[in-house]
């Protein structure tokens, strides 16, 4: 059943002395308090039977709230008493709604009945074909409110509902239009702003949006209905805590709603605000909520709370739940970050593919595999996931590093090298990248007298000499291979040299004191 806004259809200009109440309850239906509205209802026709208005806003909230039944008892008793087209509307809506195609003959009942004069009666039928899932017809709809503008031109709620039907066949243009003659009908009508910023919101023109609903909400303050898009807005804007307040303020002045309490709990869990969110998630459960995404959300909640056992117990209830077109790859990201915290890697690392497949932006958990593969010295696997990773983004000095490393234990040297190179590229006053050329160079040349390591060794001294104490190990390092490349070359004075480096800076290594004789 929709859940969006109701149209309320009559301006109510011609009740009697009950007007302002039965304007109360149109108010509150437009706003989805229906509970209020119910109430108001059912108390005003206990006093007044003969006003054709009460019965049949009172099916429609029922119609609304998706109590068909009930929506339909309210028109027959209503048709009991006393013949009336609006009642034959509200039959109708009931009953086809719930897949009996004889509503159309009710439709029909109430034109004829009305003559097809009342533009009530062609509204609310038109209603019914823009916002019915199974028997939407826009064309229809339009039809029906062109007759219904040329008996009244004066309604806000006939323009908007044009609107709607403009909408339904994607046409933004002529439904903004439709909007702003329901304010040229009447200045400054809610509806009609509420419905121009939706445009724009799902636009993803923020500032248009949010402009047509502040303009709304000075102008009707307590219209509730506007906290609510403007929420919605500022979570499509990932401002997470302008959110909540908003979406606070309307969940406070309107029906307790389970949609609701969901939605609020998700903005609270994307503002990161875990434990209140898990609180309304777990009285949703409790109260047997239907939709499984609230598995999804209870699962993230609790390994962000940091009870992994319980954000697996209910990430496993959501996949027995849930169906392939919910599933999104953070659920397989989640699924990964549960298995990794439980050290299963393994699993981990099949549910961080699982992600990367369903979602290609995810590209940060190519480093999440390649991470776990390094750590389990698989290092092969570790390199092609980083390499996969560099294709996707503007590599950084950090990326080649990885790479080179996960390529350096492999035993990979000559990719290694390149690797590296890249690095000396990026930052060339960096020894970072020089370092590990030399490393490689080192490890993979099969002629050591030849030396290939010795320029980036050489280098590595240069960047980092001016700052000895920083820079211990690296000089340490590089004058050993130096001193050891001179031994190779019979050069025992530059080989002596270097190791005499090394003494200073370490006074008890044994390599260089057992090359200089020294115990």
Do not use: C
């Not at 995810?362 to 999440?368: P, Q």
Request: net charge positive; no cysteine.
């Amino acid at each position: 059943m929709r859940k969006g806004i109701l149209v309320g259809f009559a301006l109510m200009q011609t009740l009697m002395m009950n007007a302002q109440t039965v304007q109360d309850a149109t108010k509150s239906i437009e706003l989805e308090q229906y509970e209020k509205a119910k109430k108001i209802l059912v108390e005003l026709g206990k006093k007044d039977q003969k006003n054709p208005e009460i019965a049949f806003q009172l099916s429609d909230v029922y119609y609304q709230t998706g109590n068909l039944d009930s929506a339909k008892i309210v028109a027959e008793q209503a048709l009991a008493k006393n013949e009336n087209a609006l009642y034959y509307v509200a039959l109708g809506k009931s009953v086809y709604e719930n897949n009996d195609k004889s509503g159309e003959n009710y439709f029909e009942k109430a034109l004829a009945l009305s003559k097809s004069k009342d533009p009530k009666v062609q509204a609310g039928i038109a209603e019914f074909y823009i916002n019915s899932v199974k028997y939407r017809n826009a064309d229809k709809a339009i039809s029906l409110l062109q007759t219904a503008i040329s008996k009244d031109d004066k309604n806000p709620y006939y323009y908007s509902l044009m609107g709607d039907a403009y909408l339904a066949k994607n046409d933004g243009s002529k439904a903004i239009e439709s909007f702003k003659k329901a304010l040229n009908a009447k200045p400054g009508f809610p509806m009609a702003y509420l419905k121009i910023g939706n445009i724009y919101n799902k636009a993803r023109n923020y500032n248009e949006g949010l402009k047509y609903y502040n303009e709304g909400l000075e102008k009707n303050p307590d219209y509730v209905l506007f906290h609510r898009q403007i929420g919605d807005l500022y979570y499509r804007a990932k401002q997470y805590q302008k959110a909540i307040a908003s979406y606070k303020v309307y969940v406070e002045n309107t029906d307790k709603n389970a949609d609701n309490d969901f939605r609020y709990a998700s903005f609270l869990f994307l503002n990161e605000n875990y434990k209140d969110a898990l609180a309304i998630f777990e009285n949703l459960k409790k109260n047997n909520y239907p939709n499984p995404i609230l598995y999804r959300l209870l699962g993230y909640s609790y390994y962000e709370t940091g009870d992994v056992p319980k954000g697996l117990e209910y990430m496993n209830e959501y996949w027995k739940k849930t169906n392939d077109k919910l599933v999104i790859g953070t659920d397989y990201e989640y699924m990964g970050k549960i298995y990794s915290k439980s050290g299963n890697d393994s699993l981990a690392i099949i549910n961080y593919k699982k992600a990367i497949e369903k979602d290609t932006s995810k590209i940060e958990l190519y480093s999440e595999v390649a991470g776990m593969y390094f750590t389990g010295k698989q290092y092969g696997k570790a390199a092609e996931m980083f390499a996969i990773r560099l294709t996707k983004i503007a590599p950084t000095a950090q990326d080649y590093l990885n790479l080179g490393k996960a390529y350096y234990y492999d035993k990979n040297y000559s990719l290694a090298d390149s690797a590296f190179a890249k690095i000396v590229e990026i930052i060339p006053t960096s020894s970072t990248g020089y370092l590990w050329r030399a490393r490689a160079n080192y490890a993979g040349d099969v002629t050591p007298d030849k030396g290939k390591a010795k320029p980036y060794y050489e280098k590595v001294i240069e960047l980092t000499q001016a700052d000895v104490q920083k820079n211990k190990k690296e000089l340490i390092d590089s004058y050993a291979y130096l001193a050891y490349h001179y031994s190779l070359s019979k050069d025992k004075t530059k080989s002596n040299e270097y190791w005499t480096k090394v003494l200073e800076l370490d006074p008890e290594n044994k390599m260089a004191k057992q090359a200089l004789g020294k115990k």
